[in-house]
C-alpha cells in the first residue's frame, strides 16, 4: 500500500535531549513536509522540501532541524533549542506541483517531554 | 491577525442535519482552498479541494469559496455519527498551505 509512514507513534524525551522522527513516503512525491499541532492552534509549519537535497524553513523552524538525502525520508529533528517541543507531529508529502494542496498526512508522531 | 480563521466549536448537531463549517482568510494571493477531516489522534485527510470561486459537490459535502468576501465554506448534508471529527480548512499559494484551527463538530445519536 502507497502512503506516509511516522514512527514513533509515541516519544518521550527528556529535557536537553535531541530526538528523531522518522518519515517515510512511498507515493513517490517530490515535496514533503513537517507540522506542528497543538490544540487551539491549527497546523503550523515546522520546515518542508520540495526535492532532495534542499529543504526551507517554516514558520516556526527554530529549534528544529532537517535532513533530505532520500525522495523516501524526510527526518525531524527536535534539539534541546525548542523550548515547547511537546505536541503532535504530522509529516505530509504532495505530488509535483501541486503546492501541498493535496497533500498525504502520515498518522503523527506524539511528543512528550518528560 | 492570523492569516486562517476558523472557530474551533464544539459544534453538536443531530443525526441528519446540515451542516455548515467556515472560515475566513486575509491573503488575496491565496489560490488553493482545502478542507481536510483528522479524526481523533490520527493525521487528516483530505476531503474537498477547488482552485477557483463557486461550488464544488461530492457526496454530501459542498465546498464554497467567495474570493471577493474570502470566506471558505463546506456543508455536510444528512450528517451522520461518522462525520464526527475536526475539519481544517487551508488555503494557500504554490508553495505552502496555511491551515485553520479546525471546528470539532460532533453528530449525536
Known amino acids: 500500500d502507497g502512503g506516509i509512514t511516522q514512527s514513533p507513534k509515541y516519544l518521550f524525551r527528556k529535557e536537553g535531549q535531541n530526538v528523531t522522527l522518522s518519515c517515510e513516503q512511498n507515493l513517490n512525491h517530490d515535496a514533503m513536509y513537517w507540522y506542528r499541532q497543538d490544540p487551539g492552534q491549527g497546523l503550523r509549519l515546522i520546515y518542508y522540501s520540495q526535492i532532495v537535497n534542499d529543504f526551507q524553513k517554516g514558520d516556526i523552524a527554530e529549534g528544529y532541524s532537517v535532513s533530505r538525502e532520500k525522495k523516501e525520508s524526510f527526518p525531524l529533528t527536535v534539539t534541546s533549542a525548542q523550548k515547547n517541543p511537546t505536541a503532535f507531529y504530522l509529516c505530509a508529502s504532495s505530488p509535483p506541483g501541486q503546492g501541498g494542496y493535496e497533500a498525504f498526512f502520515g498518522q503523527g508522531t506524539r511528543l512528550t517531554v518528560v | 491577525q492570523k492569516e486562517v480563521e476558523q472557530d474551533p466549536g464544539p459544534l453538536s448537531v443531530p443525526e441528519g442535519a446540515i451542516v455548515s463549517l467556515n472560515c475566513t482568510y486575509s491573503n488575496s494571493a491565496f489560490q488553493y482552498f482545502m478542507w481536510y477531516r483528522q479524526y481523533s489522534r490520527k493525521g487528516p485527510e483530505l476531503l474537498m479541494y477547488?482552485?477557483?470561486?463557486g461550488n464544488k459537490e461530492d457526496g454530501r459535502f459542498t465546498a464554497q469559496v467567495d474570493k471577493s468576501s474570502k470566506y471558505i465554506s463546506l456543508f455536510i448534508r444528512d450528517s451522520q455519527p461518522s462525520d464526527s471529527a475536526t475539519y481544517l480548512c487551508a488555503t494557500g499559494t504554490a508553495s505552502k498551505l496555511t491551515f485553520g484551527t479546525g471546528t470539532r463538530l460532533q453528530v449525536t445519536l
Open positions: 477547488t482552485y477557483s470561486s
